[in-house]
C-alpha cells in the first residue's frame, strides 16, 4: 500500500506527518516509524506525526519507537500542515494530543511560518511528572554521575528535569544517567540551562526516545517554567528559549494557566513509502 508523507521541520526537529485518513483504518506500527526515521536507510527523522485531519489530533510516534504524550515542536508542524491543507495564510485550531487539546495560531501558513501554541497548564506535582517523590522538586539536590545536582520536575504533560547548573559537556554523561535514574519511573526529557539572564537561556535537550535534539518545544516550555519557579524568570515576560536549532519565545502564565510557546515551523517535502 503506497502512503504519502509530509516531511517538515521545527528548528531542526524534524517529523514525518503522516494523515490518519491515508492509513485508511491500518496502523501505522512502531518498527515501521523506527525504520522510516532511520537517517541512513530511511527517510530520517526525529518522530512520526499520525494526523487526524478531519477531527484534528496528533499523535506521536518516536524515533525509537515509544510513544510520548506530547512533542511541543511536533504540534506546531501539525497546526501548519493543517493551515496549507486548508490553503489558509492563517489558522486558528484546536489539535487534541494524549496530553490533551492545544489551541494553535498559525500566522503566513503558506509562506513563513510562525506558530503560537496555548501548552497545558504545567504540574510540578510529582504524581503528574511522575516522579518518586513526596514532594515537588524545585532545585532538588540528586547526587548522579559522581556529581551533585540540582533538578527541577515538571509535568508539560510529558515529564521533564531540568538543571540550571552550568555542567558544560558533562551533560552528554549526565543526560543519560538522569534518565535512568528510578526517581523517574517512566523515563524522561532531561533540560540543561545554561546562559540564563531572566529574559533569555541557553537550553540543550536530552529528549526521551529520540536523544539529543536540536530543539524540544515542551523542553523550552518546563525550562522556563522551572525558572519562573526558582525565582529566575517573571511570569508573564517573554523568555527567549535559544536551542541549537534556533530560539523559542515562551511566556508563563499566571498559576494554573497555560504557556505559551511561539516558534518557526516549516515544510520540507512530500514523499510516498510503503506501508
Not at 501548519?80 to 496530553?99: F, K, N, Y
Not at 506535582?125 to 516522579?131: A, E, F, T, Y
Not at 552550568?166 to 546562559?195: K, M, T, Y
Request: proline share 7%.
Amino acid at each position: 500500500m503506497a502512503l504519502p508523507f509530509y516531511k517538515y521541520e521545527g528548528l531542526g526537529n524534524d517529523f514525518l506527518i503522516v494523515e490518519r485518513e491515508a492509513l485508511g483504518g491500518a496502523q501505522l506500527s512502531a518498527e515501521r516509524a523506527i525504520a522510516l526515521c532511520d537517517r541512513h536507510r530511511g527517510v530520517g527523522g526525529d518522530g512520526v506525526l499520525i494526523l487526524d485531519v478531519e477531527s484534528p489530533r496528533m499523535d506521536v510516534i518516536n524515533s525509537d519507537g515509544s510513544v510520548p504524550e506530547m512533542c511541543g515542536n511536533g504540534i506546531r508542524c501539525a497546526a501548519l500542515h493543517l493551515a496549507r491543507r486548508a490553503g489558509e495564510s492563517a489558522l486558528e485550531v484546536s489539535i487534541d494530543t494524549l496530553a490533551g487539546p492545544h489551541a494553535c495560531l498559525v500566522v503566513n501558513g503558506v509562506g513563513a511560518e510562525s506558530v503560537a501554541v496555548q501548552m497545558a497548564p504545567p504540574s510540578l506535582m510529582p504524581r503528574d511528572i511522575p516522579l518518586s517523590s513526596k514532594e515537588p522538586w524545585l532545585d532538588h539536590p540528586l547526587a548522579v554521575g559522581g556529581q551533585t545536582l540540582r533538578l527541577s520536575g515538571v509535568s508539560m504533560g510529558n515529564p521533564h528535569a531540568v538543571t540550571f547548573d552550568d555542567v558544560g559537556d558533562a551533560r552528554f554523561e549526565l543526560g543519560p544517567a538522569i534518565q535512568s535514574d528510578p526517581h523517574f519511573p517512566e523515563g524522561v526529557n532531561v533540560g540543561f540551562v545554561s546562559e540564563l539572564d531572566g529574559s533569555s537561556m541557553r537550553l540543550d535537550v536530552l529528549e526521551r526516545g529520540a536523544g539529543w535534539t536540536q530543539a524540544c518545544g515542551t523542553g523550552a516550555c518546563a525550562a522556563a517554567v522551572a525558572a519562573v519557579e526558582t525565582g529566575r524568570a517573571q511570569r508573564q515576560e517573554p523568555i527567549s528559549v535559544r536551542l541549537p536549532g534556533g530560539t523559542l519565545i515562551i511566556t508563563v502564565g499566571a498559576p494554573g494557566e497555560t504557556v505559551l510557546m511561539q516558534g518557526p515551523a516549516r515544510f520540507v517535502f512530500l514523499g510516498e513509502t510503503e506501508l
